[in-house]
């Protein structure tokens, strides 16, 4: 639910039960979460974090019957789909995970493919107004990382990824975010190697170049690379980048909110409110 003051979404995770198929997700979701919004939002709207396995994935993507149903249940008991959980790809519950739970990581197809596909399911299910966002691993277990071209595999899905997502909401009008999950023993583990990840991959210039390929968009933009990474400096999603690369008639987290077109003088306006023109957002 909307805690209200700019405090965010408090959201009950399905990912406390059992859920490594579609069938078993949709059990846990109509036997537990309608309890829990009883007893902690009776009166309100209620927010939900949905896990989402590569198997629940291919069942809603291959089924628009599943996918309505799932829309249909969250209208009708008053919640909202607000992030998904995509960190763990297969099986999670009633076994040992430990680092294959990072797995496929981030320089493979699989899951920049997966991710996607819960982008798509997102844009689809989520109610108006709400910007929903995907939970995924921090890159990869950092074991696994042998050198520079493996990062460089990293952040080419990821870019691959985010594409997609602008793509949709060109589509859609709806803004899908991406989130990396900053944990111990990955690569992307602390805040300093966080930010330097956005600072250094995200943001730089060959990112830059790929996203203007990958969406078609014009090369003039409404922000450079050297601002950009400015203001990624204390950021730690990926989602941020989604919505940072817009072409220059798109808000950009970098130009002031334009004003009302009224403009005053001593004599009379100088030209009327273009009503049309909002305040980014």
């Known amino acids: 639910m909307d805690l209200g ?63 309505s149903r799932l829309k249909e249940f969250l209208h009708q008991h008053d919640m909202y789909l607000y992030t998904v959980n995509a960190f763990p790809y297969g099986p999670f519950k009633n076994r040992i995970v430990k680092k294959d739970v990072y ?16 982008a798509d399911i997102l844009a689809e299910i989520a109610a108006p107004g709400v910007s929903p966002s995907i939970q995924s691993p921090p890159l990869g277990f950092k074991p696994n990382v042998t050198g520079p071209e493996y990062v460089n595999a990293f952040t080419r899905q990821v870019i691959r990824t985010v594409a997609h997502m602008i793509q949709l909401e060109k589509r859609t009008g709806r803004t899908v975010t991406l989130a990396l999950e900053p944990e111990p023993a990955c690569f992307l583990e602390t805040t300093e190697e966080a930010v330097d990840y956005f600072k250094n991959h995200l943001y730089a210039a060959e ?21 950009a990474t400015k203001r990624s400096s204390t950021r730690t999603s990926a989602s941020r980048y989604a919505r940072s690369p817009m072409p220059a008639s798109r808000c950009s987290s970098s130009r002031r909110p334009p004003r009302c077109a009224c403009r005053t003088s001593r004599r009379r306006p100088s030209r009327r409110c273009d009503r049309s023109r909002r305040p980014c957002t």
Do not use: C
């Not at 997700?25 to 036997?31: A, E, K, T, V, Y």
């Open 5 to 67: 003051n700019g405090l965010g979404h408090l959201t009950y995770s399905t990912l406390v039960h059992a859920g490594d198929t579609w069938s078993e997700m949709w059990d846990s979701l109509n036997r537990y979460v309608p309890q829990v919004k009883a007893r902690v939002s009776p009166n309100k709207t209620f927010g939900v974090s949905l896990r989402l396995s590569a198997s629940s994935v291919q069942t809603l993507t291959g089924n628009r019957d599943e996918r």
């Open 103 to 118: 797995e496929p990581d981030w320089s493979t197809d699989a899951r920049a493919t997966y991710t996607m596909q819960v």
């Open 207 to 227: 990112a830059v170049r790929m996203i203007v390929t990958q969406t078609g968009y014009a090369s003039t933009w409404a922000w450079s690379t050297t601002s």
